[in-house]
């Protein structure tokens, strides 16, 4: 293959790629709303998280098969993981122990109804040490 | 033992493209990063950007200089792009005479150190991809411009922490026999080997670091190109085992780089380099938080850049010089020395590299061992991200590494490793140096080596705690 066309077919690789992955994060349509109990979270009780899932007009994504990702900041840290439970209303949850202190970073996974992808996320400033 | 007559190890680094393939992969790994860096979740540790460069490049980087030596360099994918453009642009400046030092580099590292606990990098997919491509964007530029491989020689901060880190490697490139080196009239290992027909035209690159083989002493200054291996025309160049460190005593002069302990800029390396260890590692802890509030507090400032500017000064400025002074002048009173002082301050600075590469490898071995295997989860969860469906299968976050308490021995070894090799590279330059009163010369500098060790302990059994702070106040 000839240099420019091997170069060509290189540029054009990287560009569809990120394409691909800007595609990908087209689920600014529905909104998350994030409640933590208690809104403190510390290291030695479980969290209550919910995610409440709504479309752009305000109506409750109901249906949709949902993981909760708690990582650590600092990548290569175990993160916590855990199904949420569909309470009715678009309204998901799921009870988890945050198991080190300092901020954390909260994802919703998986899939809507008719099978898009979805990836919402959120950040818990400061989980407190256990007294 | 010279590494390249070994069988297959030998002939595979003797392969003239090996270089090249290491280079498309680290090239592979660098535009990866950086797609998902742009493109992905911002998320640090769900992102390849972070993920690749906080846990397992820097991790490698290490493990690669305990194991072999510079082998970053070696690979490096920025002069694989530098090259590219060099067939476009030919540089044409050589680099100022004046700039021949390491300062911008020292700088440009302390900038590094400084940055990615001021913003906290490790969470920042995007910056990170942004930082990779300034990062190629200046070694192209820097290049372009000026002959040779200014960029690594001078610049590039990544650069400088493996040259002084690769002191301690033990593998080296030197000459197999002197004889043959005599007896040579081209001097290609750094000229390099031109075509007759068309000279213009560079059919073995020689070194363009400036480190004549023949000359050459150490590690410092040498990426591990293999150019020179390459270039020989009488296969002369070795890549041999040696003691690590004890180049760190060599007082002879070395080519391209000169006396040692003729070169602050240098010292001053070895100084960020063993102190900034101890900083990047006290920096990850709950106490550090505490100190960044009290001095917050006591400062009457909100926000984190003016505390972490002040830690900085202390940690790399002020603590350095008041222990290397400190000791200087105790070992003077002991010894009764009251000659000058400078080349000794700069000799036990240079001492206290092993325990410094100790650090590291403590620090960065611990996040590569404990998060060994997050770049499966990672991955697959970078495909969905391509491919909106789970190719891959679902993300394994249960798969991350050793846990820290398996770790922690390693952890202690090396520092304990560190710690022996600068206390024995202490008591080696006290007793050429002062040999009739070697014990009183040598103690205070055994005593701030076992306070710096006793002091990377301490940090390593502090609480971690990942902070991302905006502010302090």
Redesign the interface.
Same mark, same amino acid.
């Given at each position: 293959m000839a240099p420019e066309a091997r170069r060509a077919g290189l540029i054009a690789v990287f560009a569809a790629c990120c394409f691909a992955f800007a595609c990908a994060k087209g689920t600014s349509d529905v909104t998350a709303t994030w409640t933590l109990e208690p809104a403190h979270p510390t290291t030695d009780a479980a969290t209550v998280i919910r995610v409440a899932l709504a479309h752009g007009d305000g109506s409750p994504v109901n249906g949709a098969r949902l993981r909760l990702e708690a990582h650590m900041n600092h990548p290569g840290m175990a993160p916590v993981v855990g199904e949420l439970t569909e309470r009715g209303s678009g309204i998901y949850e799921s009870r988890v122990t945050l198991t080190m202190a300092g901020p954390w970073m909260l994802a919703v996974s998986g899939e809507l109804p008719g099978g898009r992808r979805i990836l919402k996320q959120t950040e818990v400033t400061a989980v407190q040490p256990s007294p | 033992v010279d590494i390249l007559q070994l069988p297959v190890v030998g002939a595979v680094l003797r392969w003239r493209r090996i270089r090249t393939l290491l280079q498309l992969g680290m090239l592979i790994v660098a +535009?990866s990063i950086v797609?998902?860096g &742009?493109? *992905?979740?911002?998320? *640090?540790?769900? =992102?390849l950007s $972070? +993920?690749l460069t906080?846990?397992h490049w820097r991790g490698l980087l290490v493990v690669g200089l305990l194991i072999a030596g510079n082998v970053f360099c070696t690979a490096c994918p920025m002069i694989l792009a530098r090259d590219a453009a060099r067939r476009a642009i030919a540089p044409r400046l050589s680099w100022p005479r004046g700039w021949r030092r390491k300062w911008i580099g020292v700088g440009l590292l302390i900038v590094v150190l400084f940055s990615y606990e001021l913003f @906290?990098l %490790? =969470?920042l997919p995007a910056a990170t991809a942004w930082l990779i491509l300034c990062y190629f964007a200046l070694a192209v530029a820097v290049d372009a411009l000026f002959k040779g491989a200014s960029f690594c020689k001078y610049v590039c901060p990544i650069g400088q922490f493996n040259f002084i880190a690769s002191t301690v490697a033990p593998l080296e490139i030197g000459v197999r026999s002197s004889d043959v080196c005599r007896g040579c009239r081209t001097s290609d290992c750094i000229k390099g080997q031109r075509q007759e027909v068309q000279p213009l035209r560079v059919v073995h690159r020689g070194c363009e670091l400036g480190l004549f083989v023949p000359a050459k002493t150490g590690n410092l200054d040498c990426t591990f190109c293999l150019d020179c291996v390459h270039a020989c025309p009488h296969d002369n160049v070795a890549l041999t085992t040696r003691l690590p460190a004890l180049e760190l005593l060599e007082t002879r002069r070395r080519s391209g780089v000169g006396r040692l302990l003729q070169r602050a800029d240098l010292a001053a390396l070895a100084i960020v380099f063993t102190f900034g260890a101890l900083i990047n590692a006290f920096a990850?802890t709950?106490p550090a938080y505490a100190v960044e509030r009290r001095l917050a507090a006591l400062m009457h400032v909100q926000s984190e850049g003016p505390v972490l500017a002040a830690l900085f000064i202390m940690g790399l400025v002020l603590l350095p010089a008041a222990l290397l002074f400190g000791a200087n002048a105790i070992a003077r009173l002991l010894t009764r020395d009251a000659g000058a002082n400078r080349g000794a301050v700069m000799q036990f600075a240079f001492a206290l590299v092993p325990f410094g590469f100790g650090v590291w490898l403590a620090h960065y071995g611990f996040?590569l061992l $404990?998060?060994l295997l $997050?770049i499966i989860p990672v991955t697959q969860s970078a495909a969905? @991200? &391509?491919?909106?469906?789970s190719v891959l299968g679902e993300p394994l %976050?249960?798969w $991350?590494?050793m846990g820290p308490g398996q770790v922690y021995p390693i952890q202690l070894g090396f520092l304990i490793l560190g710690a022996c090799g600068s206390l024995a590279l202490v008591r080696t330059a006290s007793s050429r140096d002062t040999p009739q009163r070697s014990t009183a010369a040598a103690a205070p500098w055994h005593a701030l080596v076992l306070a710096l060790f006793i002091a990377a302990v301490w940090i390593l059994n502090l609480?971690? @705690?990942?902070?991302?702070l905006g502010g302090v106040g």
């Open positions: - | +535009v797609i998902h &742009l493109f *992905g979740p911002q998320i *640090g540790p769900r =992102n $972070t +993920v906080s846990i @906290d %490790w =969470n990850m709950s996040h $404990t998060g $997050t969905i @991200d &391509l491919f909106g469906r %976050w249960g $991350t590494g609480p971690m @705690d990942m902070r991302g």
